[in-house]
C-alpha cells in the first residue's frame, strides 16, 4: 500500500480548529492538499498545498475545488449549537454539494460527524455505531443527516464514506465528559491519514475518541481502515475529576452542554425512546 494518496486531497473547514491541524499534519507527510474554508487561512500555508476560500453554499465553487481528488476531508461548516437557519446553508445544502462533487470524482469522503448526533442516548449506555440517532439539536440534527447522506451515496451511487463521530478533539480534556469523549489531535489527525490511504471503506461509521478508559462507546469500524488510537484521555483523569456542571440534564445524557440548550421539558422521558 502507498503512503501517499494517488491524487490530491481536499480539506474543507481548513481554517478551523482541526483543520488547522491536519493542514500541518499533512504538510509533514508531504500530501498535495487542497484547502478551504469561508476564512481565511490563519497559518502559513504548507508546502504542497494551496488555499482557496470558498462557501460551502456555493456548489459550483465546490465542484471546482475538488476536481481530480480521490478523497474529501469534510470538516467545514456550524460546529456547535447554533439555531436551524444558521445551520441549513453549511451543513445541509453545502453537504450536499460535497457529496455531489464526491459523486462526480469518484471521490472518498470523511465526513466529521459529532457525539451530538447521538447526544440523547444516556451517558450508562455503552453504545455500539449501529445505535439509534438521537440528535440533541439542530446541529446534531445536521450531523446525522450527514451520515444519512453518506448512506444514501454509497448505495445509490457506490461513493465510500468514513462517517467519524467525533467526541471532543481539544487540546486536552477539559472537564469530567471529556474523560469519556476526548480525542487527542494527533489520533484525528492519524484516523484522517488512515481513511484516506485505506483501500477500501465502504460506508463505515467510527467513533472519533481516544483510548479512554471511560468511554462511552464500544464496536466500530475502525479496523476497515486500519486506524488504532495512540493516546488516552486516563493521565488527565486527576485534573478534571469532579468537574461537572450540577445540571442533571446535562450530566445524564452523552451531549453534556448541548441538551439543555433551549431544553423546554419539564418532567425526564418516562423510559428509553425505543423499547425492547
Ligand atoms: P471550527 O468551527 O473550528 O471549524 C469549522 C470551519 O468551518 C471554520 O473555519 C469555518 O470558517 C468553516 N465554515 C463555516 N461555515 C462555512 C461555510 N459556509 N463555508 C465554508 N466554510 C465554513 O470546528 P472544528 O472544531 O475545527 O471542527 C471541525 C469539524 O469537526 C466540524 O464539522 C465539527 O462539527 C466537527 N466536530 C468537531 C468536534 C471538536 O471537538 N472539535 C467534535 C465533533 C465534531
Ligand atoms: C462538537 O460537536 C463540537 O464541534 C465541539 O466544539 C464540542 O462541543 C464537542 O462536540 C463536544 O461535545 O465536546
Redesign the pocket.
Known amino acids: 500500500m502507498s503512503d501517499k494518496p494517488p491524487r490530491p486531497v481536499l480539506v ?2 481548513a ?5 488547522r491541524q491536519l493542514a500541518r499534519h499533512f504538510g509533514t507527510l508531504g500530501w498535495a492538499v487542497r484547502l478551504t ?3 481565511p487561512f490563519p497559518d502559513p500555508v504548507p508546502a504542497g498545498s494551496t488555499f482557496t476560500a ?4 456555493d456548489g459550483v465553487a465546490i465542484l471546482r475545488l475538488a476536481e481530480g481528488c480521490c478523497m474529501i476531508i469534510h ?5 456547535v449549537e447554533r439555531p436551524f437557519e444558521e445551520v441549513l ?2 451543513n445541509i445544502r ?1 453537504l450536499y454539494h460535497i457529496y455531489e462533487a464526491a459523486r462526480r470524482e469518484r471521490a472518498r469522503v470523511l465526513f ?1 460527524s ?2 451530538h448526533a447521538i447526544g440523547f442516548h444516556e451517558r450508562s449506555e455503552k453504545l455500539d455505531n449501529d445505535c439509534q440517532l438521537l440528535p440533541d439539536g439542530y446541529y446534531g440534527l445536521s450531523k446525522a443527516y450527514g451520515e444519512m447522506m453518506g448512506r444514501l451515496y454509497w448505495y445509490k451511487h457506490g461513493v465510500e464514506s468514513v462517517l467519524v463521530r ?5 487540546p486536552e480534556p477539559t472537564d469530567e465528559r471529556m474523560l469519556s469523549t476526548w480525542l487527542s489531535y494527533g489520533d484525528f489527525c492519524r484516523l484522517c491519514e488512515r481513511a484516506t490511504l485505506a483501500e477500501r471503506s465502504g460506508c463505515c461509521t467510527i467513533w472519533g475518541c481516544s483510548n479512554n478508559a471511560a468511554s462511552f462507546w464500544r464496536d466500530d469500524a475502525r479496523a476497515v481502515i486500519g486506524w488504532q488510537p495512540q493516546d488516552s484521555a486516563d493521565g488527565h483523569a486527576n485534573r478534571v475529576r469532579g468537574k461537572v456542571s450540577g445540571n442533571p440534564v446535562q450530566e445524564r445524557y452523552q451531549g453534556g452542554p448541548y441538551v439543555p440548550m433551549d431544553y423546554t421539558r419539564t418532567a425526564p422521558p418516562p423510559g428509553p425512546l425505543f423499547p425492547r
Open positions: 474543507t473547514g481554517s478551523g480548529a482541526l483543520g474554508d469561508i476564512a470558498a462557501d460551502l453554499n470538516l467545514g461548516g456550524v460546529s446553508g453549511p453545502g466529521a459529532s457525539n467525533i467526541g471532543s478533539c481539544f
